[in-house]
């Protein structure tokens, strides 16, 4: 990997963790989410960071910044867009919605019912939206970071599988250590550090990195220590549900951008290995367990069955 694109991806990680404070393997995660030109979704409970990692990381490219804050009277055209009859031009104007942006934050996405959760699907799958039989492309780089509490929280619906399958990474949050959440008392005291943060990298940037993940060499034997990691899924009686061909891919470019973020041309096992259970705990179910709950249960049979697979030398 050339040196220089080395440089920005430590750059763009350094500045985020300028804010984001004892977070450096969240952070990590978030960026695999980006190189890959995928999405990512942040859960646990409120008040941990969620929204703040989201934040800092579209700050730290020049690109369009959009939040939505979801809620349960949000609807598609909010999200989307929508036509407006302009009486003096006799005739329709598209006017876009947020999701015309190179990063979108859907804040608590989750308190939105399906509905409206559905006016992403496409947008992040195809990177384009359809109004009125009009399909109008979004911009690129495209990255959707949303976050989401818990499912047992009230008034909070849980996304459908087809939704939570768009997604690269499901990222649990997690507490901070007592000296970590001691500076962010001190860094915080002042205001909210992130209003001081400034971009390091730019869109077009950002594209250069996203096609050196592409180029990113995988052996063979990589390939199938993946492949055994889904067929465990599949075959495992404590899973209702698999892994999909889907997943399949989404675990192969997350460990191509793995790879970049340390430097690396080619995957080793331990980058399939380590995002193993976030590329894939939210793709399978478990026996007697709906589709999003009790994340920690599926998290702990995805990784029991990871370390049961001999891995390549």
């Given at each position: 990997?050339?040196?220089?694109?080395?440089?920005?991806?430590?750059?763009?990680?350094?500045?985020?963790?300028?804010?984001?404070?004892?977070?450096?393997?969240?952070?990590?995660?978030?960026?695999?989410?980006?190189?890959?030109?995928?999405?990512?979704?942040?859960?646990?409970?409120?008040?941990?960071?969620?929204?703040?990692?989201?934040?800092?990381?579209?700050?730290?490219?020049?690109?369009?910044?959009?939040?939505?804050?979801?809620?349960?009277?949000?609807?598609?055209?909010?999200?989307?867009?929508?036509?407006?009859?302009?009486?003096?031009?006799?005739?329709?104007?598209?006017?876009?919605?947020?999701?015309?942006?190179?990063?979108?934050?859907?804040?608590?996405?989750?308190?939105?019912?399906?509905?409206?959760?559905?006016?992403?699907?496409?947008?992040?799958?195809?990177?384009?939206?359809?109004?009125?039989?009009t399909t109008y492309p979004l911009p690129e780089p495209f990255m959707v970071i949303a976050t989401q509490n818990p499912f047992e929280y009230e008034g909070t619906y849980a996304l459908p599988e087809s939704q939570?399958?768009?997604?690269?990474?499901?990222?649990?949050?997690?507490?901070?250590?007592?000296?970590?959440?001691?500076?962010?008392?001190?860094?915080?005291?002042?205001?909210?550090?992130?209003?001081?943060?400034?971009?390091?990298?730019?869109?077009?940037?950002?594209?250069?990195?996203?096609?050196?993940?592409?180029?990113?060499?995988?052996?063979?034997?990589?390939?199938?220590?993946?492949?055994?990691?889904?067929?465990?899924?599949?075959?495992?009686?404590?899973?209702?549900?698999?892994?999909?061909?889907?997943?399949?891919?989404?675990?192969?470019?997350?460990?191509?951008?793995?790879?970049?973020?340390?430097?690396?041309?080619?995957?080793?096992?331990?980058?399939?290995?380590?995002?193993?259970?976030?590329?894939?705990?939210?793709?399978?179910?478990?026996?007697?367990?709906?589709?999003?709950?009790?994340?920690?249960?599926?998290?702990?049979?995805?990784?029991?069955?990871?370390?049961?697979?001999?891995?390549?030398?």
């Amino acid at each position: 990997m050339a040196t220089d694109l080395h440089y920005l991806v430590k750059e763009l990680e350094d500045n985020v963790c300028r804010v984001v404070l004892g977070k450096r393997d969240i952070v990590r995660l978030c960026l695999v989410g980006l190189l890959a030109g995928e999405h990512v979704l942040l859960e646990d409970v409120p008040g941990v960071g969620k929204t703040l990692i989201g934040k800092a990381l579209a700050r730290s490219v020049a690109g369009h910044f959009s939040r939505v804050q979801f809620t349960p009277d949000l609807l598609p055209s909010d999200i989307c867009g929508s036509s407006v009859f302009h009486s003096q031009a006799d005739e329709f104007v598209f006017h876009k919605g947020a999701i015309f942006s190179n990063f979108v934050l859907a804040d608590e996405i989750n308190r939105a019912p399906p509905r409206t959760q559905s006016a992403l699907l496409e947008a992040m799958s195809d990177r384009q939206v359809s109004i009125d039989g009009t399909t109008y492309p979004l911009p690129e780089p495209f990255m959707v970071i949303a976050t989401q509490n818990p499912f047992e929280y009230e008034g909070t619906y849980a996304l459908p599988e087809s939704q939570l399958d768009r997604f690269l990474l499901r990222i649990s949050v997690g507490y901070p250590s007592r000296e970590e959440e001691k500076l962010v008392l001190t860094s915080h005291r002042d205001g909210e550090p992130i209003s001081t943060l400034e971009s390091v990298l730019d869109c077009r940037q950002i594209k250069a990195l996203q096609e050196e993940v592409r180029q990113v060499e995988v052996d063979d034997s990589i390939n199938d220590y993946l492949l055994n990691i889904i067929a465990a899924t599949r075959d495992s009686e404590e899973l209702q549900i698999g892994a999909s061909t889907r997943g399949a891919l989404s675990l192969y470019r997350a460990a191509q951008a793995a790879a970049v973020i340390d430097e690396r041309n080619f995957v080793v096992p331990d980058d399939v290995k380590q995002l193993a259970v976030p590329v894939l705990g939210h793709r399978v179910i478990a026996e007697g367990f709906l589709q999003g709950h009790q994340a920690d249960l599926v998290n702990s049979i995805v990784q029991r069955l990871i370390d049961s697979i001999s891995v390549p030398s």
